[in-house]
């Protein structure tokens, strides 16, 4: 991502309806999200796939993005 102190993640992990309450730890520093998917920093284009996955944006100091599934 161009914009300084953003990334772009993705993930194949579907989304899930069970989200785990999360530390005082977790809460204050954001990590891991809430969701329990595995999200991975991306850095190439994927490789075509069959599979359904999902991306979001970061932006330090902000909210993470809508997440939005990747045709």
């Known amino acids: 991502c ?10 194949d992990d579907p989304p899930c309806d069970d989200e785990r309450e999360l530390t005082l730890q977790e809460r204050i520093s954001g ?3 809430p969701d ?6 991306y850095t190439a ?5 069959t599979a359904r996955r999902w991306a979001r944006a970061w932006r330090l100091g902000h909210r ?3 997440v939005v599934e990747i045709p």
């Open 31 to 33: 990590d891991p999200e």
């Open 45 to 49: 284009p994927l490789p075509p796939s």
């Open 64 to 66: 993470g993005s809508a």
């Open 36 to 41: 329990g998917r595995v999200w991975r920093i």
């Open 2 to 11: 161009g914009t300084e102190g953003a990334l772009i993640g993705w993930t």
